[in-house]
């Protein structure tokens, strides 16, 4: 709870869409139609978008020597 990581944030965020991608597998299954796996692929694609922006960012931060803790880090500066 007290881990303030971005790469630990994107992590639970991560496991978070995929949750939603099984709930959203299995009522598709139960209903018999395929509504829910197309869902789950779109938010499969939008997690590794994100996911490529996320470490973009923080491989960024890291190089220009800003703290990578989430409190500190609540605006982006140029």
Same mark, same amino acid.
């Given at each position: 709870m007290l881990r303030r990581s971005p790469l630990? @944030? $994107?992590l639970s965020l991560e496991i978070? $869409? &995929?949750a939603g991608n099984l709930a959203f597998i299995a009522f598709s299954r139960h209903a018999g139609a395929l509504d829910g796996q197309i869902f789950a692929l779109a938010v499969m694609a939008v997690a590794a978008g994100e996911v490529a @922006? *996320? #470490?973009g960012l923080i491989v960024a931060? !890291? =190089? =220009?020597g800003v703290a #990578?803790? @989430?409190d500190q !880090? &609540? !605006? $982006? =500066? *140029?």
């Open positions: 630990i @944030v $994107l978070m $869409l &995929n @922006v *996320g #470490l931060m !890291a =190089r =220009r #990578l803790d @989430v !880090a &609540n !605006a $982006l =500066r *140029g």
